[in-house]
């Protein structure tokens, strides 16, 4: 199919979730949308990959989602794939030595539906438990746009939270849901995982686990788009963007009405003409927004090692392990907020990993290690200081032209949510149609998230 004999309604350059939520949701309000992916896949950031070594289709790590993600939940019903996740209630919170805790929801209304469980969990005392359980409160009742701007540490100094609860509970959840330490995340963004998260209702809190290789989750993405006239060209690299025009790094130009920059940001910084970028503000910082490194680490072991679904190590350098086979044999560690870990190969990465893993499952020790990948994801995502989130950019502004990306100021922290939630913005910015996803209902005694900021 020729690519530029009429405009096209729209132009997507990025085929990460944030292009194919703004493709689509343009595609089925009968506009006919181009997708310019550089790469051969798609998903950008949340995809997989053909092993060399062994052939399997491994993830570049495991993304998870939460009950709340109502707009990354919407993007894979779109896609037919809304079935492709299984849904946990509990999380498995393991100790060193192996003893575990499981929080799950009891039949108490939110946001109480997880404080029996927080109560009797064996990696706290009773005293802890309740200096905890005022944290929690303290979490669910800030404002977080007092919050915007400051360090979570600070909100947990200010909740008295002592470093053991720190280094136990809210370390290991702040972690991994920002992707940064609470000593360096911006508090309105953590404290929004614990409010809309964790807190506001049992089905929010929930943890869906694709069981498919994430790359298989949009093979529906091509043919959906097609159904409205719409084309998406792998491996078809931008080099410009201007209002209304694409140049390829081919050379070829590319018309449309609209178009949406779905491209990480360091990357739409130096795409984006720079004449465009002189009238719009939105974009001037971007290129010097800092990043925060991911390890996932897959493991492959000769027998099961790993009993439940996903475990949270308390207090390990790996912050979660996920059985990836029935058995629990084969495993992905994920290390979020990796810097600690950059100068070690891979061989070193994978032993540091399975050290956790005969720490926390001590009858591992004894099953050989058939083999491990790493995956390093430098630029894995955003780091959410105060000072990024400061910085992050709206998806509409002077121009015409429309951003779309996790980065984007969302309220989100780096996720497949925001990113969504991006996309769908600057397609509800194109159509003039309002195409939020609605979120979840709170719980009867939760504020709705928007008198929480
Ligand atoms: C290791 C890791 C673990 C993560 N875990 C989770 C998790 O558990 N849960 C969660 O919700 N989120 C997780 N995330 C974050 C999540 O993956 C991202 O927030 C999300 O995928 C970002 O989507 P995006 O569309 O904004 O950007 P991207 O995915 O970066 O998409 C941008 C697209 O633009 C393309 N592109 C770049 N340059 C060009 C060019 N010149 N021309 C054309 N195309 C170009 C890229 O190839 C890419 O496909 C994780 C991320 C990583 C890396």
């Known amino acids: 199919m020729s690519t530029n004999a009429r405009p096209w309604d729209a132009i997507v350059c ?3 979730i944030a292009g194919m939520a703004a493709a689509l949701a343009l595609g089925r309000a009968g506009a006919r949308v181009l997708v310019l992916e550089t790469r051969k896949k798609l998903g950008g950031r949340a995809t997989s990959f053909t092993d060399p070594r062994t052939g399997e289709e491994l993830d570049n790590c495991q993304h998870v989602t939460l009950g709340c993600c109502t707009s990354y939940l919407h993007l894979l019903a779109h896609l037919g794939m809304h079935h492709a996740l299984t849904w946990h209630d509990q999380q498995f919170w393991i100790e060193p030595g192996g003893q575990r805790s499981t929080i799950k929801p009891s039949p108490l209304p939110a946001p109480a539906h997880h404080a029996p469980s927080l109560l009797h969990a064996k990696f706290l005392t009773l005293p802890q438990a309740a200096t905890l359980s005022l944290g929690i409160l303290a979490a669910l009742g800030a404002t977080r746009a007092s919050w915007q701007g400051r ?12 470093e053991i609860l720190r280094k136990r509970f809210w370390d290991p959840v702040v972690i991994s849901a920002c992707n940064l330490t609470p000593d360096r995340v911006d508090a309105s963004l953590a404290l929004k995982v614990f409010q809309e998260g964790l807190l506001s209702s049992p089905r929010a809190a929930r943890i869906g686990i694709p069981r498919l290789p994430l790359a298989r989750l949009y093979d529906a993405f091509a043919p959906t788009l097609a159904q409205s006239h719409g084309q998406v060209l792998l491996g078809a690299s931008v080099a410009q963007i201007d209002e209304h025009r694409v140049t390829l790094a081919d050379g070829q130009t590319l018309h449309a009405g609209h178009i949406v920059c779905a491209l990480p940001y360091e990357r739409a910084a130096t795409t984006i003409n720079p004449a465009l970028q002189a009238r719009d503000n939105r974009l001037a910082p971007l290129a010097n927004m800092p990043h925060s490194p991911i390890l996932g680490v897959h493991l492959a072991f000769d027998a099961p090692v790993l009993d439940v679904p996903h475990a949270v190590l308390i207090e390990g350098a790996t912050q979660w392990l996920f059985a990836k086979d029935p058995s629990g044999a084969r495993i992905h560690a994920v290390i979020s907020a990796a810097d600690a870990w950059a100068d070690l190969d891979e061989h070193a990465t994978i032993n540091r990993v399975l050290a956790d893993v005969h720490t926390y499952f001590p009858h591992s020790r004894t099953i050989p290690l058939r083999w491990g990948r790493v995956v390093r994801e430098k630029r894995a995502t955003f780091a959410p200081t105060p000072t990024f989130e400061r910085l992050r950019p709206s998806v509409q502004g002077h121009s015409r032209l429309l951003l779309a990306g996790d980065y984007c100021n969302t309220g989100w ?12 913005a600057a397609a509800s910015a194109i159509l003039g149609t309002d195409l939020t996803i609605p979120d979840l209902p709170p719980g009867p005694f939760v504020r709705p998230a928007s008198a929480a900021w």
């Open 14 to 16: 990025g085929a990460g």
């Open 151 to 162: 360090l979570f540490s600070t909100f947990l100094d200010e909740a008295s939270q002592p």
């Open 413 to 424: 922290p780096a996720t497949m949510e925001g990113a969504a939630r991006a996309g769908y």
